[in-house]
């Protein structure tokens, strides 16, 4: 079900960035820079879901396999790839959802990620939210200027 929800929302990216290229052929939509800012604010709102849903997945498959039946404890997100010596006292997990992380604990309180690639997923998350935000800002604010420049000519 996680992986279809990340593909659901990287189709949803996919459709709303071919609206975006659209806005380069004749026949676009008027006024035009703030349809593309709109597309643009959907395109990268449609992304930040899609990399966020494969990361929440992860942790959720993660914290669902630890304590389920033999040889589930510790977690096998914290054993499985990992060599003897990094797994070396090994006395539980951490994980959450905001940010992504599943965090293997020591029993000296030492700390190691179960999957390195929390971090590009957290980064391009925040990163692809915010953009959608300041794009959708962007085309308030075009209609803005847009709907002033039209009253100062009347």
């Known amino acids: 079900m996680g992986f279809g929800v990340s593909i659901v929302c990287a189709v949803g990216a996919l459709v709303a960035g071919a609206g975006v290229v659209a806005m380069a052929f ?3 939509p008027e006024p035009w820079p ?4 709109r597309r643009a604010a959907v395109t990268a709102a449609w992304a930040a879901a899609a ?15 630890f304590n389920d039946g033999a040889n589930s404890v510790p977690a096998p997100a914290c054993r499985d790839g990992f060599d003897p010596a990094t797994i070396q006292g090994l006395s539980h ?8 992380r599943f965090d293997c604990v ?3 309180g030492s700390v190691y990620s179960s999957d390195a690639a929390y971090g590009w997923m957290n980064g391009a998350s925040a990163a692809l939210a915010l953009s959608a935000a300041l794009f959708a800002i962007g085309a308030g604010y ?3 200027l847009r709907a002033r ?3 100062a000519a009347s």
């Open 51 to 65: 990399v966020y849903s494969l990361g929440l997945f992860s942790v959720l498959v993660s914290e669902w396999d």
């Open 34 to 37: 703030v349809h593309l800012l």
């Open 149 to 151: 420049g039209a009253a």
């Open 93 to 100: 997990h951490r994980s959450s959802y905001l940010p992504l």
């Open 26 to 28: 004749p026949g676009r």
């Open 106 to 108: 020591r029993d000296d």
């Open 142 to 144: 075009a209609t803005e």
